[in-house]
């Protein structure tokens, strides 16, 4: 079953910055790893992120990391950030299981 992708408008604007060739290798990289089984880990590709509710995953493309969620058959890219920024956006824009929604 092939699932749809779909960006934030974050992650397209992530996405729209990065140089021609980048945006192609990462373009490759989702709908190899992403159209298809989303959700299936691996050693060095595919991460799911524990104690995290959002993002749930990682998927690394060289020096770049594009964090998704995965609903149905629907894959939500959130960002696309660059390997040396990644625990920065984490930081930012994460959540984690014990947060709570209400203040």
Same mark, same amino acid.
């Given at each position: 079953m092939a699932h749809d992708i779909e960006f934030t408008a974050d992650a397209l604007r992530d996405y729209r910055s990065l140089g021609a060739p980048i945006r192609a290798m990462i373009r490759k990289a989702m709908e190899i790893h992403l159209r298809h089984e !989303?959700?299936?880990? @691996?050693? @060095? #590709?595919?991460?799911? %992120? =524990?104690? %995290? =509710? #959002? !993002?749930?995953? &990682? %998927? &690394?493309?060289?020096?770049?990391?594009?964090?998704?969620?995965v609903e149905d058959t629907v894959v939500t890219i959130l960002g696309i950030v660059a390997k040396v920024t990644s625990e920065d956006w984490l930081a930012d824009n994460s959540t984690r299981d014990d947060d709570q929604d209400s203040p």
């Open positions: !989303p959700t299936r880990v @691996s050693k @060095s #590709r595919i991460k799911r %992120l =524990r104690e %995290l =509710r #959002r !993002p749930q995953y &990682r %998927l &690394r493309v060289g020096d770049f990391r594009v964090y998704y969620d």
